[in-house]
């Protein structure tokens, strides 16, 4: 079954240390994004990238850095620099062209910093 | 900037009734899509309706139904015979049709949905 797969689905961090969490899609899809969660805010976005090797920062992407290197992978690293990690990530995609409006979304990945 | 407002942090309702979540935006834009998602405590976000702004015609998914005032801006959700799986929190989302802002979807905080027994 096509699908988006997120791994680890829980991570915990010591403060200071960098933290990559996974992202892969084997739908096809052209772009993919990366959104933050956290209790009362909603999701916020932090990157999407729509074609590999490229990638845009989203509002909310200071401390967070991504790559794209394949099509189907988009992972994203949670720095040091990022003040307040502990929260829920969700990793979503879409096809690229115009209409092609539904994002998919991943189960999320919980990350806490101990 | 474009945003998305759920005035309703927690709302509940009785199974086998009704319940209408309501959602206004700000946008200055005449092109552009609405959403609503669903997440349940798995938090998987999941696709409930969609509504594109220059159709007048209200999306219908099931017991699933939007009320779309574009005037008005408003993007109120209808679900109808309530269910317990219906149990979630609900959000809100809009997105620009056009050109390179093809990509960004501005979520509201949402609206917590307790269907009771």
């Known amino acids: 079954d096509g699908g988006i797969t997120q791994s680890p689905k829980y991570l915990f961090r010591k403060e200071g240390q960098n933290v990559t969490l996974s992202c892969e899609q084997n739908?096809?899809?052209?772009?993919m994004y990366w959104y933050r969660q956290d209790p009362g805010q909603g999701l916020r976005l932090i990157y999407y990238s729509q074609i590999v090797n490229d990638f845009q920062k989203g509002d909310i992407a200071e401390g967070y850095s991504v790559s794209r290197e394949k099509k189907e992978s988009f992972p994203l690293t949670v720095t040091s620099a990022q003040k307040n990690p502990t929260a829920f990530y969700l990793c979503?995609?879409?096809?690229?062209?115009?209409?092609?409006?539904?994002?998919?979304f991943g189960a999320g990945s919980r990350l806490t910093v101990l | 900037a474009q945003t998305v407002t759920q005035s309703q942090p927690e709302m509940s309702v009785q199974e086998a009734e009704t319940v209408t979540l309501s959602c206004t935006y700000d946008t200055s834009e005449s092109d552009y899509y609405l959403f609503w998602y669903k997440q349940p405590p798995s938090r998987q976000m999941i696709l409930v309706i969609r509504q594109e702004a220059y159709k007048q015609q209200n999306a219908t998914e099931n017991r699933f139904s939007v009320n779309f005032q574009k005037a008005a801006k408003s993007f109120s959700l209808k679900i109808s015979d309530s269910q317990l799986g219906d149990a979630a929190m609900y959000f809100c989302a809009y997105r620009l049709n056009s050109g390179g802002s093809n990509y960004k979807l501005t979520f509201g905080k949402g609206t917590l949905l307790t269907v009771n027994p």
């Open positions: 979503a995609s879409k096809l690229r062209e115009a209409g092609a409006n539904v994002l998919t």
């Open positions: 739908l096809n899809h052209d772009a």
